[in-house]
């Protein structure tokens, strides 16, 4: 049994575009049945992986009873953003949003749009009745207080693990004016899509009678009815105006005409189509328009093979999910510390990738376990085409997420990419400038990007159950040359790992 609310900020962190935040996680009783990572989701920390959090990718756990401080650097992140805990599923309770504010104004400005009379910030989860970790708020009705005449700025994230999630307020539309702390052009919306991992900042002016609205949030369930039901309870929140009036005794009006249905997926691609970077002087789009690095990767779910059909997934087997094949398994130690001590190899295996014949392959469906890695050249101008598949029937959406980087979503789509024609159709003038690419059901996405932040940076789905079973994997980008371009040294104290392996075997995965 299910209950949903929607859920005011838990903290946020007030900082400006170019400072320096020190953030001190200190593992206590209350976590020490868990040992934890933390991640600024989607700030590109400079030359600076070992601060960047994810577990056996940067750094080995931060065991109970000790602390780690993560360093933070914001640099052309202006928005909102969010940090959580990066080990196994912490992260359904172990969050908040980070706010970073234009440069050197302390009163919210200047923003490139209309200056909001006030702010808010609303971080979406799924309460389950079963979790232990509730927040204060979990089983009240949150309520967002506005006074008529005035315009808002909702700053809005999707903290939940494996919802994309529609959100309308009834009567009144929702303006985009910035996703992943990135400018956006503004449009007008009577609702908005967001998936694990995003946040939007959207602008709503309270222009409507005196009274009470439901701010309703609804599951886009891209799923195959057949394999997974999608939840049927929806997330609300009320907005309320303020003001000497009587209110109603009937329940808030409910955005019934503009909440889009469970099954929308047109309603999501086509809110998404919508999406562009502002572009302006002062936040330019510099989209890559040559390519030196392009990458097809197949993003799939799968099974693997148990002994006798003895697991409870898909005939027996065990679900997995995966990149080009591969479906990845943590090392012993972390990938970061590997690569800059230099004990790893890197072995190139051949997979067949002929994903869309009549007669799938085995290893599409049954991928191979492995520690992925793609090794770039510092400043390496990147394509990466994510190409969602249907095996086994299990087509749904995916939330590409890179770290160390925003990248631009310069084109998307159902169906197989057509490596002639749908560049043709990419947008390189004004596409969003992103950290999470949400890959359609059974579609492609493109991004592009330069790979000009030397580190290790983990690549993953952020549907937590996917990146449970493995479709995850890492991009190294090599040293400049230059001390300016290279990696940072270590700090003085990195949480232990439990084994040092001697060599760290990796596979290269394109
Ligand atoms: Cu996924």
């Known amino acids: 049994m299910a209950a949903a609310t929607v859920q005011p900020q838990r903290a946020s962190l007030f900082r400006h575009g170019g400072c320096w935040l020190l953030l001190r996680c200190l593992v206590g009783a209350a976590l020490s049945l868990a040992r934890v990572y933390y991640y600024e989701h989607g700030v590109k920390q400079p030359r600076n992986p070992w601060h960047d959090g994810p577990e056996y990718i940067t750094q080995c756990p ?45 009163d919210g400005g200047p923003y490139p749009f209309t200056k909001p009379d006030a702010e808010e910030v609303i971080v979406l989860v799924f309460n389950l009745r079963a979790q232990l970790f509730t927040h204060g708020s979990a089983y009240t009705t949150y309520k967002v207080m506005v006074e008529q005449g005035k315009t808002y700025l909702l700053r809005i994230v999707n903290a939940i693990l494996d919802v994309d999630l529609f959100l309308s307020v009834a009567g009144h539309n929702l ?69 000497d009036y009587t209110p109603s005794a009937s329940p808030p009006e409910f955005p019934s005409s ?59 087997n065990r679900m997995a999910s995966s990149m080009t094949n591969f479906s990845r398994m943590n090392p012993t130690t972390d990938i970061l ?31 191979t376990k492995g520690r992925m890695v793609k090794v770039l050249n510092f400043n390496e101008s990147v394509e990466i085409v994510f190409q969602g598949t249907n095996i086994p029937d299990a087509a749904e959406t995916h939330q590409m997420h890179l770290h160390g980087h925003s990248f631009y979503v310069v084109g998307s789509g159902v169906g197989d990419f057509d490596e002639v024609n749908d560049p043709k159709g ?35 789905c952020h549907f937590e159950k ?4 493995g479709m995850e994997t890492v991009l190294i980008v090599k040293d400049g040359g230059s001390a300016s371009t290279s990696i940072l040294p270590p700090p003085a104290y990195m949480p232990p790992c439990d084994g040092e392996a001697s060599s760290l075997n990796l596979v290269s995965m394109v």
């Open 62 to 106: 931060i065991a109970p009873g000790t602390n780690f401080t993560y360093e933070v650097q914001f640099t052309t992140e202006e928005g909102t953003l969010w940090w959580h805990a990066h080990s196994d599923w912490t992260r359904v309770t172990v969050h908040g949003a980070i706010v970073i504010l234009p440069p050197e104004r302390t």
């Open 175 to 243: 303006t985009p004016v910035g996703s992943d702390a990135s400018y956006v052009k503004p449009i007008t919306s009577s609702y908005i899509v967001l998936s694990p991992g995003q946040t939007i900042d959207v602008l709503l002016s309270a222009d409507r009678p005196l009274g009470c609205y439901y701010i309703v949030g609804r599951q886009y369930s891209s799923n195959s009815l057949s394999i997974v039901d999608y939840n049927h309870s929806n997330v609300t929140a009320i907005l309320e105006y303020r003001g």
């Open 258 to 316: 503009t909440l889009p249905i469970y099954k929308g997926n047109f309603a999501a691609l086509s809110f998404r189509e919508r999406i562009r970077s502002l572009v302006t002087g002062d936040h330019p789009s510099n989209v890559p328009r040559e390519v030196s690095m392009r990458m097809f990767v197949l993003v799939s779910m799968g099974v693997l093979i148990c002994p006798n059909s003895s697991c409870v997934g898909v005939y027996g």
């Open 337 to 367: 510390q590997a690569y800059y001590r230099q004990t790893y190899r890197i072995f190139i295996l051949n997979i067949d990738h002929n994903f869309t014949a009549d007669d799938l392959p085995l290893n599409v469906s049954v991928p």
């Open 426 to 460: 990419y947008n390189l003038v004004d596409p969003p400038y992103l950290n999470t690419v949400t890959v359609p059901k059974s579609g492609w996405a493109a991004i592009r990007f330069a790979a000009n932040n030397p580190g290790v940076w983990f690549l993953h």
């Open 466 to 469: 996917h990146l449970t079973w």
